[in-house]
């Protein structure tokens, strides 16, 4: 009889975290979704996104068996999909 062991992997996800980094704790936790969804996940990996913590962009996994959950304290993270526009306004009647 054989064993086939498959380690997970976790990976951190903080707004004020690092693209280049690792994503492996939470001292070299990435920043953004769009570094999440550029990497190929395993089933077992595990991404944590740092509790209060707002992130803005598409968050795409495209291999099963991956959680997404939170670390640290406080409210749950949002992954907010809307997309904010610097510019200015005019209210124009009419």
Same mark, same amino acid.
């Given at each position: ?22 994503? +492996? @704790? ?11 969804? !550029?990497?190929?996940? #395993?089933?077992?990996?595990? %991404? ?13 996994? +495209? @291999? ?11 409210? !749950?993270?949002?992954? #907010?999909?809307?997309?904010? %526009? ?9």
């Amino acid at each position: 009889m054989s064993a086939i062991c498959s380690a997970q992997t976790t990976f951190y996800v903080a707004s004020d975290g690092n693209d280049t980094a690792l994503g +492996t @704790s939470e001292a070299t936790a990435w920043k953004t979704l769009s570094k999440v969804s !550029a990497q190929s996940f #395993s089933s077992g990996d595990v %991404i944590l996104f740092k509790r209060g913590q707002v992130f803005q962009g598409k968050l795409r996994i +495209t @291999s099963s068996g991956v959680t997404v959950d939170a670390y640290g304290t406080g409210a !749950a993270p949002i992954l #907010s999909g809307a997309e904010q %526009i610097n510019t200015t306004w005019t209210v124009y009647s009419g």
